[in-house]
Each structure stands twice: as structure tokens, then as C-alpha cells.
């Protein structure tokens, strides 16, 4: 207890304000001394996790617990001291004092705890403790990663004497975790831990930093228990997107991805999109040599884009680990025409494109994209009748019928219905059509007179009347000249 001199010390005005200054000054210090570091997007969450406004100082001290080697050294006693592995109870038994509770302390505080212990037997207890092998440390990631879940994570190097040890931070863990996916908001990562009592504390953390900067104050070491949660993007940005691709704490570049593509494409379906050297298979766009899974990779091996696609309002619909979707907007003419890359946007797995139908055709549009990796190398289309190769016949995609009728080496001279031909066409909804077409050989694209084919049309080239008059009569002729002939051979 203070005398009463001291008291009126105390209350004298200089003095009071002379000791309140000093508290604030010291502070500070008390706070560095306890290895404690500040992170200025650090955050305190009480129980009814409402979140707090003012920055606190975030623990990096690591806290023992079951599964860690110790040594405890007790000065001029050895025989007292030894190691020891923390049992999940996080009590170890001690010569003469018996169990020690050392759960959730430092190695420090553990010290203190325990020469606290054998004041009753130690006239003046000097106690160390070391840590000789750390226990894994278990945390958990969820949010926009390939694979959320709780992992187990080592530490690295030495410990205790060996002052070479690494703790996992949270890029090791989102590694661990087969990387963020590209719908995930990497500017706002958080990761919550667990204070004394029933707090946590959250800290936020800008992975877009740490790509462009290096800032190595994003990566915190783990501690046991840590909660690592990646949020889903609000909103998207493509070449962001990319950034994050090329990242190391992303998920594999070379794993294929499956993604269904549907709409105004050869083959719509489902497939394996893969970055690198991939030749576009059965009727694709032939795109070979390196390159990254994006959408156009996509079109390629479903066969490259029909005559009736709108490539200038294409959707990716992307779902989100919060069982939501991301929609995205592409117009792959900008990167046809512009050069425009960030138009083709990287894959991921479980992506949906659409490629929508043209509301209507424009033959000099649909010319230009036929000579682009969009569209197929050849399509087949069938010409049957009175042509001079009729039969199967490959064409460049976004051909007119005029093209097919020369590919098929035109009209059979005189026996041919040049004035018009028969367009039959299989439908996606298996429906089939067939229409007479008039055809000028002078005429553009356009689909009165020459239109664009698609592929597996059939063009069927009639007979004209004097092929089909003659074909008549030699039916007829045909067994009245055997039955002449037989009589002729017996002289009759």
C-alpha cells in the first residue's frame, strides 16, 4: 500500500500528468518486447463477430502445444531437466513439481511458469525452455481454391538451438490447397485467428500486392488453428485474371480443366482444355504449338464456330465456390481485329461458353472468319446427282453453294438441272429441311441464290428433262435389244 506522503505526491497536478506521460511513452515498447507485429489491416472480432475499427497487433510468437519436443534446462539441477514431448493435453510431468500445465504458452512464459513451480524447492529457480521439433500445424482454407478443406502443414528447417526454422505462410497453404481459382478476389484474403478467451483476430491481406511488388508483409507465417478464406471477385477483370494465372500461388496451369462449350459450334459438348501443344482433333481449327486453355482453345476442339455464330456477344459462365456464377462478356472480334488478348479469357475448370446465333449473317463478316483459327479448316458437305465427282466433299467453312458445285467439278454437261439444285439440311434439333435453290453462278454470297453451307449439308443436282427422257427409254430399250440380239445369235 502507498503512504500517505506518497499519495500526496501523487495528486500534486505536474506530477500526475508527468506519470501519464511516461505510461504512453513505454507502451509501445511493452508491446515490441512481447514479439508482437502490427499489420495496419489488422482487425479484433469478438464474440458476436462484429468486427472492431481500430488496428491491433497481430501475435507471430509460436504458442506450444501437443505434439512439441521441448528440452527444459534447469540451471545447476541437469538431472531435473531433460525432454520432453507435449502430450494433446499440453501438460508434461516434472521432477519433484509433477505436471505442468505449458498449453498455449511461449517457450518464454513456460520458463516462468515452471520456475514459478520450484520456488518451493529451488532457492533461485533459473529455467529455460527450448523447442527441439514443432508440431504440424493445422489450419484451414476455404473460399475460391481448387480444393478448400483443413490441411496439415509442416515446418521446415530446425528449431529450438537451430534458428534456421520456417514456418508455412499463407501462400504455402493456398498452395496446399491446389491454388486460388481465377474467380477468387485476391486483394481481399483473409485470415482469422484465434486470440486468448473467445476472440479473433482477422487480418486482410492484398495477394495483388505481393504480384506486382513482392511486398513479402502479405505472406504472415501460420500459426496452429488459422483459417485462410479466399473470396469470390465481384466483379471481373480479364487481365487481372491472367495476372493471377502466371501466379505461383494459382492453380496448375498444365491441369486440364474440363469446360462445355454449346451453341453455333461444330461439336458442341463437353471437353479437356489444356494449356501447351495441342492440335485441335477430328474437323477442329488445326491450332497447334503452345499456348494457355482460354476460349478460343475451347472452340477449337469443338469442331471451331458455324456460319451462324455471333462471336461478338459471347458468355462464359463461370460457377463460384459460394454456389454462385460469374457471367462474362467476350467479343472475340476485338481480337480478331484489334489483337486484343485479354478478349480470350483463361478457363477454369467447370466453365460454361455460349456461343450465341447471329441475328443475321454477313457474308463479308463470315469470309473473314473463315480464314481464322475460330473456324474449322475444312467442313464436309455432300454433292449427289449430276455433277462430274459427286460425293463427299471437303470445303473451307463459310463456303457458298457455288464453291461446294465447283469443288464437285461442276455440272455434268447436258445431263444436269443447271437452272436449280435441292438444299437438304439436318438441323440441331434434328429436323431436316429441304429447300430448291436457283443458282447463278454470277451472284455473291446470299441465301436466295448462293447461300453459305454448313456442315454435313447434302446438294442434290437433278436431271434435266432431256437426261431424265433418255434414261426412260433406255429402260425400255434395254430388254428389246437383248431379246434382238438373241434372236440375231441363232439366225433367226
Not at 63 to 69: F, K, N, T
Not at 144 to 166: D, I, K, M
Not at 370 to 393: D, H, Y
Amino acid at each position: 500500500m502507498l503512504n500517505t506522503g506518497s499519495l500526496k505526491f501523487i495528486s500534486q497536478p505536474a506530477v500526475g500528468a508527468a506519470l501519464l506521460t511516461a505510461a504512453h511513452l513505454f507502451m509501445p515498447f511493452a508491446s515490441v518486447a512481447q514479439g508482437q507485429q502490427v499489420f495496419p489491416n489488422s482487425q479484433t472480432v469478438p464474440p458476436t463477430n462484429q468486427q472492431v475499427s481500430a488496428p491491433i497487433p497481430v501475435d507471430t510468437k509460436y504458442l506450444l502445444g501437443g505434439g512439441d519436443l521441448i528440452r527444459v534446462n534447469v540451471f545447476e539441477v541437469p538431472e531435473y531437466g531433460g525432454e520432453y514431448q507435449i502430450p494433446p493435453g499440453g501438460s508434461i510431468n516434472l521432477p519433484l513439481i509433477g505436471s505442468v500445465s505449458v498449453q498455449g504458452f511461449t517457450t518464454e512464459q513456460a520458463a516462468d511458469v515452471i520456475a514459478d513451480r520450484y520456488r518451493r524447492y529451488l532457492k533461485r529457480p533459473q529455467i529455460s525452455v527450448n523447442l527441439l521439433s514443432p508440431r504440424p500445424i493445422n489450419i484451414l482454407v476455404a473460399g475460391e481454391v481448387t480444393r478448400p478443406g483443413a490441411y496439415t502443414l509442416s515446418l521446415q528447417g530446425g528449431a529450438g538451438n537451430n534458428p534456421g526454422v520456417q514456418y508455412p505462410t499463407v501462400l504455402a497453404a493456398l498452395t496446399t490447397a491446389q491454388g486460388v481459382t481465377l474467380a477468387a478476389d485476391v486483394t481481399q484474403v483473409k485470415l482469422r485467428r484465434k486470440t486468448s478467451g473467445s476472440t479473433e483476430q482477422v487480418v486482410s491481406l492484398d495477394l495483388k500486392e505481393l504480384i506486382q511488388t513482392g511486398s513479402s508483409t502479405q505472406d504472415i507465417t501460420l500459426r496452429d488453428g488459422d483459417v485462410i478464406i479466399v473470396p469470390t471477385a465481384t466483379t471481373f477483370n480479364v487481365a487481372e485474371a491472367r495476372n493471377l494465372f502466371a501466379a505461383n500461388f494459382a492453380a496448375s496451369q498444365s491441369a486440364p480443366r474440363t469446360v462445355a462449350i454449346i451453341g453455333q459450334v461444330n461439336r458442341p459438348g463437353s471437353y479437356l482444355v489444356s494449356a501447351g501443344s495441342t492440335e485441335a482433333q477430328a474437323g477442329g481449327a488445326g491450332a497447334s504449338g503452345s499456348g494457355l486453355p482460354t476460349v478460343t482453345r475451347a472452340i477449337q476442339l469443338a469442331g471451331g464456330i458455324t456460319s451462324q455464330a455471333d462471336i461478338t456477344n459471347i458468355k462464359l459462365r463461370r460457377p463460384t465456390r459460394t454456389n454462385g456464377e460469374q457471367s462474362i462478356d467476350l467479343n472475340l472480334l476485338e481480337l480478331l481485329r484489334t489483337g486484343d488478348v485479354n478478349q480470350d479469357v483463361i478457363v477454369q475448370d467447370g466453365d460454361t461458353i455460349v456461343i450465341p446465333t447471329a441475328t443475321e449473317v454477313n457474308p463479308a463478316l463470315a469470309t473473314e472468319l473463315a480464314m481464322t483459327t475460330l473456324s474449322a479448316n475444312t467442313i464436309q458437305v455432300g454433292v449427289v446427282g449430276e455433277v462430274k465427282r459427286p460425293g463427299a466433299v471437303d470445303i473451307r467453312p463459310n463456303s457458298s453453294l457455288n464453291q461446294a458445285l465447283l469443288a464437285a467439278g461442276g455440272f455434268n454437261d447436258a445431263r444436269a438441272r443447271s437452272a436449280s439444285v435441292e438444299l437438304i439440311r439436318l438441323n440441331p434439333n434434328g429436323s431436316v429441311t429441304k429447300r430448291e435453290v436457283k443458282v447463278d453462278f454470277n451472284q455473291g454470297i446470299n441465301e436466295e441464290t448462293n447461300p453459305i453451307l454448313r456442315n454435313n449439308d447434302v446438294v442434290v443436282v437433278g436431271r434435266s428433262n432431256i437426261a431424265r427422257t433418255g434414261d426412260t427409254l433406255n429402260i425400255v430399250a434395254g430388254p428389246l435389244g437383248i431379246i434382238f440380239n438373241f434372236l440375231r445369235f441363232f439366225g433367226l
